[in-house]
């Protein structure tokens, strides 16, 4: 059951006001904003704005729009059969920014199943609404990753370059390994692909032998991307048993996985830590113990000045809300607010409000609005 609700709470609570859960970073004690519950989903994955709406997927293959206005839930149709076992379903999807002149169209993603296994596929369609209906057409598939066996490390985050040229798209190596340092799979990889999915122009590793489309490697489950307003394009992922990363993705550079991690493998073996020299590009930011990543959003708004261009991160395991202080190209911890739930999907709305996923569990999955708190 799908239901609405109307109600806000202001937090403000003390650091004796819940108790820190296994596996969690720190926490800081006040939170300096307002949620309001706007709706709650079945098991959301994914949201982005959409003129006058929010966009949110399912994990099961199902995709809403929610008006900004009254909370509202409009079922659009027309959304491939995704396979939703296991880490799989219906995931990210992306509205291109006015650069890339594709009015009406929005990006997604999500897993399928076929011979050899399953795999993340990358697609586009026109989204059409008549403020009580919505339906997707012209679904075309752009890009397939190879198929395995499995249900797990799917990725499937998508990003757009600020000039709208190309897309930044995740595969993440399916827990696998081994295909993270494959210069002939695209899994454990960023790829740069055209607005039509196909491997970009001068990209950097297919001089070396490697696929044309492979942007960066060396990665493990992709779970964020984002560019900010300087043009830097950011990564987080989830690594094994602690390790969980925010990365500066550089061009050709090898992010290490499995060779190097923070963390080590959950039967307990050890896994080299990133070091000066290694080979590898070491991570910005990293959590032992985990966060348990999931989303990804730079913020730009004014709503909330003081936070303008640090990154805003979903944590799973550790039922938060993180903040990431960007400076440039360096980037350090900052604040960690215990939301009560496994937060999946952070997003930026055109107010300036932040917009939360909760994964499920205590409720099928709340769409929460965080506003500045009245001082």
Same mark, same amino acid.
């Given at each position: ?128 609404? @008549? /403020? ?12 397939? %990753? *190879? +198929? $395995?066996?499995? &249900? ?114 959950? @039967? /307990? ?12 590009? %070491? *991570? +910005? $930011?990293?959590? &032992? ?87």
């Amino acid at each position: 059951m799908i239901r609405r609700t109307l109600f806000a709470v202001t937090l403000l609570a003390s650091a004796a006001c819940s108790a820190q859960p296994q596996g969690a970073g720190p926490k800081t004690a006040a939170k300096p904003f307002t949620v309001t519950e706007i709706a709650d989903f079945d098991s959301p994955w994914a949201m982005t704005p959409w003129e006058m709406y929010m966009l949110v997927t399912e994990k099961k293959g199902a995709m809403k729009l929610v008006p900004f206005e009254d909370g509202r839930i409009i079922d659009v149709t027309g959304v491939p059969a995704v396979d939703s076992e296991g880490q799989g379903g219906l995931m990210d999807v992306v509205v291109p920014p006015d650069a890339a002149n594709l009015s009406g169209m929005l990006y997604f993603s999500y897993s399928e199943a076929g011979a050899g296994g399953k795999g993340v596929v990358l697609a586009r369609a026109k989204l059409v609404e @008549d /403020g009580t209906t919505a339906r997707l057409e012209n679904v075309q598939t752009l890009w397939r %990753a *190879p +198929k $395995v066996p499995g &249900n797990g490390h799917y990725s499937g985050r998508i990003a757009f370059s600020p000039d709208g040229r190309y897309l930044f798209f995740t595969a993440g190596e399916r827990q696998k390994f081994t295909p993270a340092q494959d210069p002939k799979l695209p899994l454990g990889k960023v790829l740069r692909l055209t607005l039509d999915g196909k491997p970009a122009p001068g990209n950097p590793l297919a001089a070396r032998g490697f696929l044309p489309e492979i942007w960066s490697y060396g990665h493990r489950n992709l779970l964020g991307i984002a560019f900010d307003a300087k043009g830097n394009l950011w990564e987080q992922e989830m690594g094994p048993k602690g390790g969980d990363e925010v990365n500066l993705i550089l061009p050709g550079r090898n992010y290490g996985w499995p060779n190097a991690s923070n963390g080590s493998h959950y @039967d /307990g073996r050890d896994i080299p830590d990133h070091k000066a020299g290694d080979g590898y590009e %070491a *991570p +910005k $930011v990293s959590w &032992n113990p985990v966060i348990s990543p999931a989303g990804l959003m730079i913020y730009s708004g004014a709503m909330f000045p003081q936070w303008r261009g640090d990154a805003f991160i979903g944590g799973l395991s550790s039922k938060s809300l993180v903040r990431v202080d960007l400076n440039g190209t360096s980037a350090a911890k900052g604040d960690q607010w215990d939301m009560g739930a496994r937060i999946r999907e952070v997003e930026q709305g055109p107010d300036g409000a932040i917009w939360l996923l909760e994964d499920g569990g205590e409720s099928q999955g709340r769409l929460l609005k965080l506003t500045a708190a009245k001082k």
